[in-house]
């Protein structure tokens, strides 16, 4: 019998490390800990807020499916949930956001100095319990990793032109901004396993990190402040070029061109019309978000680590699967798929891409025409 698809909702898949996750959420306050009351007062904020801990729930699983459980697994992951912390800090920052999980970021809080200096003190206290462990190879990633997050905030910096930026181009900036660091965070819990497993994971959470990213992006033109907690449209009132945008600029015509490249320039315009220009393309870029026609995309692949071979989810740990929507568009005819590595993917779909890929014996793409 084949590999299973699971969808689970995220309780579900947090459940096998739900005790742990609450001891991470302890963790990270004695990390940051200060006897600087401006400092606690941050703190205070930012701990009332508490996301999902989607990525120390992905190195966590990691470390229960590849080595078991150990006792520093709980310092790691507040580790990588205080580097998360800072990069939302400074992002907020930059962008000059007003809210985060529909509450007060800390620059509107607060200010931007404060911001940006908050971010830096929780980056300096995750880096300053990595070397208390003693042990170089989570220093390793996560400082690879961090020094990623920086270049591809840069990227997004950079990225201004609606015109001129690609796909290729938003590919390397999501792989650099969102995807390193949850493939760090899987790196990092396989650390002490096999060394296979520990690729294959890191492999894993990259393209993961894609995926998350570019439902992330649609989801800024599809739902409401109620569901994603910051402002209907605020990618592009902030000039944030994403996939969704990049697809539907092929389907505009030279009126709604005009108008999207004005609100780019303008930053004091309302978002409102923007959104309003873009229904004529609304199918190719909240369906697809693919290259047009001849070179008919794959759609939505589903990806699973496969049972089979080096399985690196062993039943007996409560973890069968992860489930991964990517995003591998390619030409049918041409055997190309820039998402999926596996040899036996439908329709003839190959390697064509050294980012985003699972390794072969862990990979299964299914097709959705």
């Known amino acids: ?54 990525r120390p729930t992905l190195l966590l699983l990691a470390a229960h499916a590849t080595r078991g459980e150990q006792s520093r697994d709980v310092t790691l992951a507040a580790v990588i949930e ?93 792989d650099a901004k969102t995807a390193s660091l949850m493939a760090g965070a899987c790196e990092v819990g396989a650390i002490g396993g096999k060394p296979e497993h520990r690729h294959a994971l890191e492999r894993y959470g990259r393209s993961l990190g894609q995926a998350f990213q570019i439902a992330d992006d649609l989801l800024d033109y599809t739902e409401s402040e109620t569901v994603t907690g910051k402002p209907a449209g605020l990618d592009l009132r902030e000039h944030r070029i994403t996939l969704p945008l990049i697809s539907a600029m092929r389907s505009m015509d030279a009126g709604e061109r005009a108008m999207v490249e004005t609100l780019m320039a303008d930053p004091t315009r309302p978002p409102g019309p923007a959104r309003m220009s873009l229904p004529s393309s609304r199918k190719a870029s909240l369906i697809s978000c693919r290259p047009p026609a001849p070179a008919r995309p794959c759609a939505t692949a589903s990806c699973t680590l496969s049972s089979a071979g080096a399985n690196p989810w062993p039943s007996d740990r409560g973890v069968h699967y992860f489930t991964l929507r990517c995003w591998p568009w390619g030409s049918s005819s041409g055997g190309s798929c820039r998402r999926c590595s596996s040899a036996s993917c439908p329709r003839g779909l ?19 025409s």
């Not at 742990?20 to 703190?43: A, C, M, P, W, Y």
């Not at 404060?114 to 003693?134: C, H, N, P, Q, W």
């Not at 190959?350 to 959705?368: D, E, F, H, K, V």
């Open 350 to 368: 190959q390697r064509n891409s050294s980012r985003g890929r699972l390794p072969r014996p862990l990979a299964r793409c299914n097709w959705i």
């Open 1 to 54: 019998m084949g590999p299973q698809l699971v969808r689970p909702p995220l309780a579900a898949i947090q459940q096998p490390v739900r005790r742990q996750l609450d001891d991470v959420f302890t963790e990270l306050g004695r990390i940051i800990k200060s006897d600087f009351h401006l400092i606690d007062d941050v703190n205070e904020h930012l701990l009332r807020i508490r996301g999902k801990m989607f």
């Open 82 to 174: 205080l580097i998360h912390l800072a990069t939302l800090i400074h992002d907020d920052s930059v962008d000059h956001s007003v809210l985060r999980r529909g509450q007060p970021t800390v620059n509107a809080l607060f200010s931007h100095q404060v911001a940006v200096i908050m971010g830096d003190f929780l980056y300096s206290r995750a880096i300053t319990e990595l070397v208390k462990l003693d042990d170089l190879e989570p220093l390793r990633v996560i400082s690879r990793v961090t020094n990623e997050m920086t270049v591809g905030e840069m990227r997004e910096i950079k990225a201004h032109d609606v015109l001129d930026f690609s796909e290729e181009d938003y590919d390397q900036l999501i």
